[in-house]
């Protein structure tokens, strides 16, 4: 599989460091205090997770679109708007998410340092501008990549464009990511090949089906599994 003239584009959030497990424990909090009276926590969580879906849609990524999420879900489900210091509560909350700091996943610099001595390598993320920037800086992984890319939604139309702005030849690219939604699936509906790296902590709102009989798909259970590969 090993060619010099691959182009590797890797997701960021839950492929290069931790990001969702930030929310979950901050949405763990969340359901301490809405349950009860609300119903049982799975119906709860279930509530929260369509009212991000909608969101989402409506407004994009972002802690503030998280933060607005929790609010109208505590309105839901006790059918009354929060209070001044319930709302206090959720801004805590969000500002637990917030942080600058980033934590990589094991051997991600090492990999991506031997990586870009035979590779283009490109980063692709979502969310909003300045939070997904903010990590990108905090990271320190920045100079591994030939350009960083910020986009509000990566659909198919993103693909396409990406593999136009950068001349990419689709036999030859790879998408590298965790979220069978945004970084497989479009991917290749764009004609790129794609690697699917799990992670145990990957946002709800992110899972796909994946086509099993897909061999354009590389399954690793791993991110140092990459030069093993490339």
Request: glycine share 6%.
């Amino acid at each position: 599989m090993r060619r010099s003239d691959q182009v590797l584009v890797f997701d960021a959030d839950d492929t290069l460091w931790e990001n969702n497990i930030r929310f979950e424990r901050a949405i763990e909090a969340f359901l301490d205090q809405v349950v009860p009276p609300a119903p049982e926590r799975a119906a709860a969580r279930a509530v929260l997770d369509g009212i991000e879906a909608a969101n989402v849609a409506r407004y994009g990524y972002g802690t503030e679109v998280f933060r607005r999420s929790l609010a109208e879900c505590f309105e839901q489900l006790h059918g009354r708007a929060a209070t001044a210091g319930e709302q206090d509560g959720f801004a805590a909350l969000t500002a637990s998410v917030s942080g600058a700091d980033v934590e990589l996943l094991p051997g991600v610099a090492q990999t991506l340092d031997g990586l870009a001595q035979r590779h283009r390598l490109l980063l692709l993320t979502k969310g909003d501008q300045a939070e997904q920037q903010a990590k990108v800086d905090a990271s320190g992984l920045a100079g591994y990549f030939e350009r960083v890319h910020i986009v509000p939604e990566k659909d198919v139309a993103v693909y396409r464009w990406l593999a136009a702005e950068h001349g990419l030849a689709p036999e030859v690219s790879w998408m590298v990511g965790n979220s069978p939604k945004s970084d497989i699936v479009p991917a290749r509906a764009a004609g790129l090949n794609a690697v699917f790296i799990p992670h145990q902590h990957t946002w709800v709102l992110d899972h796909a089906e994946l086509d099993p009989a897909d061999r354009r798909v590389l399954h690793l259970s791993a991110f140092t599994e990459l030069v093993e590969h490339f």
